[in-house]
């Protein structure tokens, strides 16, 4: 199983950067099986408000999230052992909460890869494997 981080699904629909954009949507089309956290929908429609002056607005940000949980099999809930979780890693890495809990859920759900410009990418955290696929060489 992967997930996508946030960032990636945003860079997938901005046209400011049109390689990031490419390789964003070539990353999406071929990462399966595909896992999406809550987390990253979330952020995902906070995040895509900067796209709007170029012309991604709140209902094109809807209907991506949308297309995104379409392409998913599996929907990565949260739960309160989570917490737990996040504060483990948080400690033992040094992140962010919220990098903790992205990480965390990916974790306890079998998730193998985060594909994530973010976070230290590439890097091992336990079981998951971040993943910056904007590198030449990941």
């Known amino acids: 199983m992967n997930a996508i981080d946030t960032n990636i699904w945003l860079y997938s629909h901005d046209v400011r950067d049109p390689a990031k954009q ?5 990353l999406i089309a071929s990462t399966h099986p595909l896992a999406l956290p809550w987390q990253v929908g979330c952020e995902f429609i906070a995040g895509s408000r900067k796209l709007a002056p170029d012309g991604f607005d709140e209902a094109k940000a809807w209907l991506a999230l949308d297309a995104m949980q379409a392409m998913a099999t599996s929907i990565l809930l949260p739960t309160t052992q989570l917490w737990a979780d996040a504060r483990d890693l948080q ?12 990480i965390a859920a990916c974790i306890r759900n079998g998730v193998r890869a985060l594909y994530t410009e973010d976070i230290g990418a590439p890097r091992s955290i336990d079981s998951l494997a971040l993943v910056n696929p904007f590198l030449a060489n990941p």
């Open 22 to 26: 490419t390789a964003a949507q070539n």
């Open 91 to 102: 400690q033992r890495y040094s992140i962010s909460f919220w990098d903790a809990l992205l």
